[in-house]
């Protein structure tokens, strides 16, 4: 995602996480609703210095402006919805 220009917050891997464990159909009791809690996040972030967290700023809108082929390749790197 940050590749593309859209940064992850730990909210958003939180959810990634859940969002694979549902369609995997794996429960992980120590989850509440299969989604784990924020110290999971900040304890894989030290396990993983490559990675670091920021927070997104405000930017002029001249400097927002993407072009449709950079939209059609962010799509095309999702690949197909799951069914």
Do not use: W
Request: contains cysteine; aromatic residues 10%; proline residues 7%.
């Amino acid at each position: 995602m940050s590749a593309f220009g859209f940064p992850l917050d730990t909210f958003d891997l939180r959810s990634i996480v859940k969002s694979y464990l549902d369609r995997r159909g794996c429960v992980v009791p120590k989850f509440r609703n299969n989604m784990p809690r924020k110290e999971l996040t900040v304890s894989f972030i030290k396990r993983h210095p490559e990675l670091s967290v920021r927070f997104a700023s405000n930017i002029k809108r001249k400097r927002a402006q993407i072009a449709d082929d950079t939209v059609t390749e962010y799509f095309t790197h999702l690949g197909p919805e799951p069914k």
